[in-house]
């Protein structure tokens, strides 16, 4: 899905190496996407998929209402992608060393709009500063958990 519009990206500096930042950010992904609101959201944009499911921790093949983790590289990256009704979308974390001790994690999302129905969605999600919100509180609660 690399080959989808680049939407945004989000970077933050976490005050941890990579296997710690690595960690974290597979803890935190999991629980953000575990809410249970997730799941009603998934089913009323006809997201695929629905429910959340396969190996834990994270791996490829495991899946979380309108994600699906396609890649790991621990310590480097996590990719998730998914589709609706409205879009079909990726979602790439990524891990970066400094010699400080600690990690650049930036996080880049792309998306496909398709259709008035895709543009709408996009205006609402997107143009409105919802996905970037949601983004920095994930990324901040990442952030918060190192040291």
């Known amino acids: 899905m690399s080959t989808l519009p680049y939407v945004d990206e989000h970077a933050i500096i976490v005050d941890a190496g990579a296997a ?7 803890d935190r992904v999991e629980r953000s996407l575990s809410q249970p609101w997730l799941a009603s959201y998934a089913r009323v944009v006809g997201a695929e998929p629905r429910e959340a499911g396969g190996p834990r921790p994270l791996a490829e093949g495991a899946v979380f209402p309108g994600f699906r983790v396609v890649r790991v590289v621990p310590g480097r990256e996590l990719a998730l992608e998914g589709r609706h009704r409205f879009s079909v979308y990726s979602l790439v974390f990524r891990i970066e060393e400094l010699t400080d001790g600690r990690s650049r994690l930036r996080a880049e999302s792309r ?27 994930m990324l901040a609660s990442i952030s918060g958990g190192a040291g």
């Open 20 to 26: 710690e930042a690595w960690a974290l950010v597979r």
């Open 111 to 137: 998306a496909a709009f398709p259709g008035a129905a895709g543009r709408l969605y996009r205006l609402l999600v997107i143009r409105s500063g919802g996905h970037a919100m949601g983004m920095r509180r």
